[in-house]
């Protein structure tokens, strides 16, 4: 049996962590402008009750959703359709620029 040591198990950890590939924010702002700013509206703030904001959400969450919707895992009538035809790319692009969206908080 191998015996791997605890450097070896961290940088496992973080790889596994890290999405596969960047994101192009530039890109994703283009590829959502065409596709998901009608329910999700072009700043990533929702235009539909049922549809969630976007803006600030964590990189990594985006790019695990939306494989999850493109791979059937995760069923939403509509996410089920939109992102079947997403490439990796197009899933880094959008990731990249709703995660890039500074938003605020008002007390």
């Keep these: 049996m191998r015996k791997i040591g605890l450097p070896s198990l961290f940088a496992a950890a973080i790889l596994y962590c890290l999405p596969a590939q960047a994101g192009d924010a530039a890109a994703g702002k283009a590829k959502a402008s065409?596709?998901?700013?009608?329910?999700?509206?072009?700043?990533?703030?929702?235009?539909?009750?049922?549809?969630?904001?976007?803006?600030g959400q964590n990189e990594l969450y985006m790019v695990k959703a939306l494989e999850e919707f493109r791979g059937g895992v995760r069923q939403n009538e509509m996410m089920t359709v939109v992102a079947k035809d997403l490439s990796d790319a197009d899933i880094a692009n959008l990731a990249a620029w709703y995660a890039s969206i500074e938003i605020s908080v008002k007390e």
């Design 34 to 55: 065409a596709q998901c700013a009608v329910c999700h509206g072009a700043n990533g703030m929702a235009q539909l009750p049922t549809a969630p904001n976007l803006a």
